[in-house]
């Protein structure tokens, strides 16, 4: 570094140098940064285990330095599950997208939920299924068109998009349910502050913990990565809005 | 300590699963397999390991996946429709190369099919189950007994391969109560550093997956997989053989079956029928070898094979004996356990 020059940023270590598959202006890459940088600065890459989902974050863990389980497509949670309960001393995650955890995987969500689960899902809602080449989501917004609903999604044929925080956040045994988005800086930041609480919540025992993140596909939408974030101010966070849907009371995390 | 006990085929499976050094069971209940699940459910305060009753088999087979790739001694149990919900994740299982143990304790299919006791999972054991090219090792035991023994040796072999074993017993082998010796408890100490424990510095991170998504290096992992096969064939084929010294008509059966069959063995003796029973123990690999030699020898004119099934395992029999003498077939079907005496009078009849 020159002289007179001060590093504020730089990429955590725990994030592996590796050129990412992902689509330019896609969130996982963001995501992934969040999740690994407190990793490092907790120091805790010896205590995380993660598990990857089926869709986009196939391949999460050809990036993220840490023990990677690759689940079956939607049982990411079951999986978890069974680390979890083998050792109860780790910290694991499962990362799903919404097809994964709400479509295909959605009775092992909502029983991993019911359960009390003491492990954190980090949900990526982005509305379309990515890697299959962009169809039909079980959280497509109404009239959203995709290669499955071309004409866009019909919401008398097809529902409406399942709202998965407001669900899980009615059961019992769940501790901590926030939606967050990484739409703007700010919000990446509030992002990552979910993610260090449900991480604190996990390590402290008190149930499942459910960050969903309201994500993006410029692929997909066909949209530019600026669209992407327009569409998700105007169009999806009206719908999915942000906050906490549960939480446990404050002098029980500290 | 070893002791002797009077006890029902699940819960003889679920206490040697224990003593076996268990840490994880992932169950759901299915008849007739539900005991299993009660069992270690009840006995689970005594001891170390964690038990889940999951929301189906759908879950409670990608528990065992996380689980076993945590590198704990993990099984699951269920019956015919549970296994075949089960296998997508040994499918998983068998590619990310996971010890773990697996019973099916058979109910006659197809379908919802009945409860009663069949061998109709034979195909769908031994031939892979699942998508894609791979075997389980599986055991089939015919006594309460032998399922204790075979849930030892499951756990060993399932370490010793790292590959996932399964035990194919029936609805039969599991309801009844037979005396049965249980063997001293083993402290289990994994020795796993291939297992997701959490990546320390002195190590890379270890990833479990079964996704290799270009060509070359999938077709690797079969060819690795298929090394992994051609060992166990040579090392742990199991048999037992009765009354074969001068035989010229011998049953084939296994399981349940193979215990009618002793007894059919037994009465055309006495009528003076020099006939005997060879029993595959492992059904895959099969004991091909030991039956080509048999069917080598002079004075056997046949083999019969009897199963609880529309012919299953007879055409690995006929593989095996490869044209050098005739091979026949008695079954029944849909949880019907045949008699003595109608296997033996079916025998006199049409191939005497």
Not at chain 2, 112 to 128: E, M, N, V
Not at chain 2, 287 to 302: F, G, H, M, W
Not at chain 2, 331 to 350: F, Q
Request: charged fraction near 20%.
């Amino acid at each position: 570094m020159k002289p007179g020059y001060e590093q504020i940023y730089k990429r955590p270590e725990t994030l592996l140098p590796k050129r990412m598959h992902y689509c330019p202006g896609c969130f996982h890459s963001t995501i992934h940064k969040i999740i690994m940088e407190i990793v490092e600065e907790w120091d805790i890459q010896d205590k995380v285990i993660g598990v990857c989902p089926v869709g986009c974050s196939v391949f999460a863990y050809d990036y993220l330095d840490i023990d990677m389980q690759e689940a079956a497509h939607g049982r990411a949670a079951a999986v978890a599950t069974g680390i979890k309960r083998m050792l109860p001393d780790k910290i694991v995650f499962s990362y799903q997208g919404d097809g994964d955890l709400a479509a295909i995987g959605t009775a092992e969500t909502i029983h991993a939920c019911n359960r009390g689960e003491n492990f954190t899902f980090i949900f990526i809602n982005n509305g379309i299924y990515g890697m299959t080449g962009g169809q039909m989501a079980p959280t497509t917004l109404e009239g959203q068109k995709t290669t499955t609903s071309p004409y866009g999604r019909e919401p008398a044929t097809t529902g409406m998009p399942i709202k998965m925080s407001e669900l899980v956040s009615q059961l019992i045994s769940v501790a901590y349910v926030e939606r967050v988005s990484c739409n703007t800086p700010a919000n990446t930041r509030k992002a990552k502050r979910a993610i260090e609480k449900a991480f604190k919540i996990q390590m402290k025992g008190l149930g499942t913990t459910f960050i969903e993140v309201v994500s993006n596909c410029p692929s997909n939408w066909k949209c530019t990565p600026e669209e992407s974030l327009e569409w998700i101010k105007e169009k999806a966070l009206p719908y999915f809005p942000l906050g906490v849907f549960k939480e446990p009371a404050k002098e029980e995390v500290e | 300590m070893a002791e002797t006990r009077f006890m029902k085929g699940n819960e003889a499976l679920g206490e040697a699963a224990i003593r076996a050094g268990l840490q994880g069971y992932f169950g759901y209940p299915i008849t007739p397999q539900s005991e299993v699940v009660e069992y270690l459910a009840l006995q689970e305060p005594n001891h170390n390991y964690v038990l889940i009753q999951a929301e189906s088999e759908l879950a409670a087979v990608n528990m065992v996946y996380g689980a076993a790739a945590a590198g704990a001694r993990v099984m699951t149990t269920t019956s015919s429709p549970g296994f075949s919900l089960m296998q997508e994740g040994i499918s998983y299982i068998a590619c990310s190369e996971l010890p773990c143990v697996f019973a099916n304790i058979v109910r006659g299919g197809p379908g919802l099919g009945t409860i009663q006791p069949s061998q109709s999972d034979y195909f769908q054991a031994t031939k892979g189950g699942g998508h894609g090219d791979y075997h389980l090792i599986v055991l089939g035991p015919n006594s309460v007994q032998e399922t204790v023994d075979h849930i030892y040796l499951a756990f060993e072999l399932a370490d010793k391969y790292r590959s996932p074993v399964m035990l194919l017993s029936d609805g039969a082998i599991g309801q009844m109560m037979e005396k049965v010796v249980l063997p001293d408890p083993i402290e289990y100490k994994p020795d796993k550093p291939w297992a997701t424990t959490g990546k320390t510095p002195d190590r890379e991170r270890n990833i479990i997956t079964s996704l290799f998504i270009q060509a070359e290096i999938m077709e690797q992992r079969n060819l690795k997989l298929q090394e992994k096969f051609k060992k166990i064939t040579e090392n742990e084929v199991r048999y037992e053989e009765y009354k074969l010294d001068d035989v010229e008509y011998i049953i084939v059966s296994f399981g349940l079956c193979s215990r009618i069959s002793k007894k059919v063995v037994d009465q055309a003796r006495e009528s003076g029928i020099k006939m005997g029973l060879f029993r595959p123990i492992t059904l895959w690999p099969f004991p091909t070898k030991p039956i080509e030699e048999l069917a080598s020898i002079n004075s056997v004119k046949c083999f019969i094979s009897v199963e609880m099934n529309a012919g299953q395992m007879v055409e690995d029999v006929k593989l095996s004996v490869n044209g050098k003498k005739p091979v026949y077939f008695y079954g029944r079907t849909g949880g019907i356990v045949p008699t003595p005496d109608e296997i033996i009078n079916h025998i006199k009849e049409n191939l005497l």
